[in-house]
């Protein structure tokens, strides 16, 4: 006792065999979770799993796709079982589109308490299986007090597609840089204007005047 106070290895041999020994265990707890998915547990298993959830529906004849879908779906079905919402999510794992009128959504109003449905069936062709399986979701998620009428069609689906390109270029010539000969064109005007003015006074000769004009003429002339 005093060995495995002290963290002796016979403690580390004690926990390596305990380990061993519990590995079966916990690889099992590891398995049994995934066996509660719809989405990871194995195929062979799926009805077990079907009938613990609740769905009251099934051939083994459906993919494993369908399968797995009518699982994951069960509770949110019966959560809301007894509605239109109920009924369209049960046909949807099989690929139909479903369409309800309930009696007050038709023109002229049908008898109280009454629906119909029309189903369109896109990926299979139309046969008794098909129209039973069609009716027996139906009635397995609708109210029981109601009445419907039921009509089955086949529809067909494509895709169309279009395809459209535009295409666009430049295209750019490049020559030599050349350096041709530059004339110019010019002409010069030169306006030269002078103006001279002179004035010139004639005064006559003192012999030949009277004094009272020489009183008046300039003295720098008079001789």
């Not at 077990?48 to 994951?72: C, F, H, Y």
């Not at 019966?78 to 919402?85: I, M, N, S, V």
Request: charged letters at 15%; one cysteine or more; a negative charge.
């Amino acid at each position: 006792m005093s060995e495995l106070h002290n963290g002796s290895a016979l403690q580390s041999d004690i926990q390596s065999v305990s380990n061993a020994l519990f590995a079966p265990v916990n690889t099992g707890a590891d398995v049994v979770a995934t066996l509660w998915s719809p989405e990871t547990c194995p195929e062979p298993l799926l009805p077990w799993l079907a009938w613990s959830q609740g769905v009251e529906q099934w051939d083994e004849q459906w993919s494993d796709n369908t399968k797995r879908q009518v699982i994951s779906q069960s509770y949110e079905q019966h959560k809301y079982l007894g509605t239109r919402f109920a009924i369209t999510k049960g046909l949807q794992p099989f690929g139909f589109q479903t369409k309800i009128y309930e009696w007050f959504e038709k023109q002229p109003q049908a008898e109280p308490g009454t629906f119909s449905i029309d189903v369109s069936v896109t990926d299979k062709g139309i046969d008794n299986k098909v129209i039973e399986q069609i009716y027996t979701t139906i009635v397995q998620t609708k109210r029981k007090s109601v009445q419907f009428d039921l009509s089955v069609s086949l529809l067909g689906e494509t895709e169309l597609g279009f395809a459209s390109a535009a295409t666009s270029g430049i295209t750019a010539t490049v020559y030599p840089y050349y350096a041709s000969e530059i004339t110019s064109e010019s002409s010069l005007c030169v306006a030269l204007a002078n103006q001279s003015f002179y004035q010139i006074k004639v005064y006559p000769r003192s012999s030949y005047v009277s004094a009272s004009i020489l009183d008046h003429a300039d003295p720098s002339w008079s001789s």
